[in-house]
């Protein structure tokens, strides 16, 4: 295998025929550099993972996962799909050729506090989803669909990337497994990622939910401090919903509860069904479908505007008064402002704080 062709900066000239302009950004493991393709004058993006470090074992790993993402990606022809062209090798570098987007990953935007209006936000959803359906009726599930891999283009049109951990499924009904290990991002898991069971399609539409929940509110549904602590709340804990937090309409609590079940069984069956609520919202519609039941978990919003003297407050209080947390109390008080014990609430989170 020759050498890679290294500029004097460090970044290599080519990859194989591909030509080497820039760099785009850093991925998980290694740059992901602007790119041309002599043979076809397109542009084009190279994602790298640099293998130096990896033993024999790790380097083939990585081999099998770069292939398993052209091989998924390839079957996939959608408006709101990053294309992958090719991959390769070259000295220390795994690489893949894919389509090249004038835009920013929707994580950007996040971190940056830059907010959406509801209509955009719905459009982007709704595009997010049937890009996902569009994969899941090919048997492919995604596995670590979160806002890094959400490209938005020039058009102001998402774009879904990174089947790097997607998995085969025997079709639209399979299941994809891989016992005992989690794959994919803490923040953006479904309950059953991170207790490494059996996944299905409806494990992306948990991490979709989070993503719809943070066009929203502009925050996370589940957040801790600690790794445990994100993956105890997701597996145990319902969030704030979204009419705590903002000025949305109820209804929009009603998809975002149904979409984080923890329950794969209560969610969304599928992506498409979550892009269709979205859809009657935008009607002015109900969200649910006739027959419906209200989703699960949704008592935590309040029983009444804020929440004071409801069940959930009590029980919430409850749980964090003996606690020695800061994060709990403040995770309290975000939840009922005016709750029944915010006043004491507030004074021990004071307390603690000194």
Known sequence: MSDVNITGTGAPQSLGRYQIKGVLGKGAMGLVYD??????????????????????????????????????????????????????SEADLAYIVMEFIQGRELESYFKKGERFDLKTAFKLMIELLDALDFAHEAGIIHRDVK????????????????????????????????????????????????????????SDVFSAGIIFYQFLTGKKPFESPSQFGLQAKIVQENPAWPSVLVQVPPEYDRVAARALAKEPDQRYKSARKFADALRRLLEGKSPDEAGEGPPPGLAVVSESSDGSGSEADIEFWNEVKDSTEPEDLELYLEQFKKGKFADEARKRLAALKK
């Open 147 to 202: 806002p890094a891999n959400v490209m938005i283009d020039a058009g102001g049109h998402a774009k879904l990337t990174d089947f790097g951990v997607a998995r085969m499924t025997d079709g639209p009904t399979g299941e994809a497994t891989r016992m005992g290990k989690m794959i994919g991002t803490p923040s953006y898991m479904s309950p059953e990622q991170i207790q490494g069971i059996p996944l299905d399609r409806r």
């Open 35 to 88: 790119g041309l393709d002599p043979n076809l004058d397109r542009r084009v993006a190279i994602k790298t993972i640099l293998t130096r470090n990896l033993d024999a074992k790790e380097q083939k790993d990585v081999a099998m996962r770069f292939e398993r993402e052209v091989m998924a990606v390839a079957r996939l022809n959608h408006r709101n799909i990053v294309q992958v062209y090719d991959f390769g």
